[in-house]
Each structure stands twice: as C-alpha cells, then as structure tokens.
C-alpha cells in the first residue's frame, strides 16, 4: 500500500467519529504526534510543521479546533508520517509529493461523489465562501464539495458590494469576523497578494480561490489532475498556453505547478499587449524549465499534449478599451488548430470561454474543459477533507 493510500484509509477512520473531536489514540497513528508548543499565528507555511488548530476544554471532551501547533520535526510524507497542509495559497507551496498524495485523495473522492447517499465526513463544519469577485464554477464547486461531504456553506456572492468592505472594512477585519462564524474560508479577491494578508490573519484554514493576477492554486491543481488523467503523464509534456497570460491567474499557477516535474516544455502563445511576465519566465528558467515564445498557434498546437486556451479578460483592462480589443478574437482554436493537433492531445481552458474556442470543438473527445470543471469538484474536496480532517 502507498504512502498516500495509508494515510487515507487512516483519515477515513478519523473521519468517521465526530468532526470536532479527534483522538489522540487514533489507531493508525496520524493525530497522535508529538504536539510540543503552542503557537500564536503563522501565515501559510510551506515546511510542513505549522497547523492551524485551537484547542478548547468542555467537560471531559476535547474539541480540536483550527489553531496554530508545532512539531518538533517536519515528518516526510514519504515515511508514512502526517505532514500538515493548512492553507492553500500559492502554487510554489506543493512539491510532487504533495501533489501526488492530493491526487490520490482526490481520486477517492470521485467514488463519494459517485454514490447516491452522501458522505457525513465534515457534518459539523461550515464553510465561508468570501467571494468579491464574480465566480460561477469555483465558488459552486467548492460549495458542492463542501454539502457532497456532508458540511455546511455561508456565502456572500459579491462581497465587494455585498459587505462591510463597501462600508470601508479592512479586509483584516473582515476575516477575524468571519472566522467566528465558520471553520475554513475560501475567498476571491480583486487584489493580488489578498489571501497572504487572509491567512496571515486568520486562525483557520483559508484557500485562495483566485486574487486579481495574482494566483489560483486549486485551479492549477485540478489542471495539472485534468492533464494526468487525459494525457496519462505529466514527466515529458509540451503544453502551450495561449491567450492573456498577463493577466491569467489560471496559467500562472499552472506553470508554477509544471515546473515541478521533468523533461516539460511550455510555449507562450499570446497577443503582445498581454505576454506573460518575466516573473514566470524567471521561476521557469532558474527551475531548468524549458519555455519558448511563438506567435504560431497552429505550430504550437500541432507539438503540444495540451493546448490550454484562456480568456482575453475584458475586467483587467480597465478604460484601456482599445488594447482589449487589440488583444480579443488574435487566437481562437476551431477545427484548423484542431486538425493539426496530434490525436491523443487536449484542449484545456479554465472557462468561462468566450470566442476564443468556437463551439464546433465541443464535440471533439479532444475537447476535455467541461471535464476539467468537473475535476475541480474532487480537488476541492480532497482539499476541504485534508485541510479539516487532515490526511
């Protein structure tokens, strides 16, 4: 049995007994740790030692909580041990390992979803998604995944509108409010950098859902699952990604995500206005990541495993209408682009399209973007389940 697959089949024993009571007697081990000292607040972490938890006293009943608690070690996945995810906030924070153990959960997940009678795994605990910028697939998706696992959601739509931000309430404050009426926060911001200040405030879990052009972890994450599952591989891929690339979140996690595995190439395919940043170029090159600039949508097309097409973002340009229409309608994949991609690729795009893949395509079995959407379901809910029950 895998590492991940232990770890799993553990949780799902934890997972049975109330939500909020973990014992520390767990007979596969997992909550029995050697929890030392009791942290204040850590922002997201990446070495795997920090996790949110609060503990609190009732009678003889411990109730585990979100807070912050360390270990003396930071255990390896690898050896069986429980390392600790507590926000998700970028890209750069998964290594391969992780990702694969998240794969694997999510894996599983799509068996719950499967099943007529709904999994009791997070009764008991609520969900806030803090969302102030428009969203149908995410904020529904982690909402399904939330209710298919048996939790609770409050929602605000457009909090940017909608709530005491429109009143002029720090974001800080906001999060120390909603965190007293639920367990985990997923939010979408207009601002990059948003849910680092969220997480640094907040006592419990908080996933980005999307900040500005800023990142989108958990859609890079259910991409790079979508890529495994239909290309069989993610060591040796050529993925072209094509559209705005300046202002796509989507595609700038996505390459954080593909630098981690070997032998992959990525080709930039976009109008001038909105080419990707030197930032990404950067991450790439000092990762040993080959990257190639083209103007050429169909000579890329016809070399990649994945031709991942996105939005010209009309929200990102502000007044400068004429660089958006500059930009809109340069690259579309139709039956041409589709003709010349190889028989076992796919088209990918993080929805919602626009004309920028004209529907004729929708028919191809190539055409895998309704399926990527659906993907997102099990990786949000493996992350809701790791995130409150660990693994």
Known sequence: ??????????????GVSHPKVAAKSSPCGLLNQPWNHLKSKTPFGHSGVLEKSK???????????????????????????????????????FDRETLNAIFEVARSMESIESKSSRSQMLKGYLMATLFYEPSTRTRLSFESAMKRLGGDVLTTENAREF????????????????????????????????????????SIPVINAGDGPGQHPSQALLDVYTIEREIGKLDGIRVGLVGDLANGRTVRSLAYLLAKYQDVKIYFVSPNVVKMKDDIKDYLTSKGVEW??????????????????????????????????EARGKYIVNQDVLNVMQKHAVVMHPLPRLDEITVDVDSDPRAAYFRQAKNGLYIRMALLKVLLLGW
């Open 1 to 14: 049995m895998s590492a991940a697959s232990f770890l799993f089949s553990c949780s799902m024993h934890v």
């Open 55 to 93: 503990l609190s006293q009732k009678g003889d009943e411990i109730l585990w909580r979100a807070g912050a608690l360390q270990v003396e070690s930071a255990p390896s996945f690898s050896m069986g041990q429980k390392f600790h995810l507590h926000d998700v906030i970028e890209a750069q924070q």
């Open 292 to 325: 190639e600039e083209s103007a050429d949508l169909m000579e890329v097309a016809s070399k990649c495993n994945v031709v991942y097409q996105t939005r010209i973002q009309k929200e990102r340009f502000g007044e400068k209408i004429e660089l958006y229409e």
């Open 163 to 202: 709530s005491s931000a429109a009143k002029g309430e720090t974001l800080e404050d906001t999060i120390r409010t909603v965190e007293g009426y639920s367990d985990i926060i997923v939010m979408r911001h207009f601002e990059s950098g948003a849910a680092k200040r969220a997480a640094t405030t907040a």
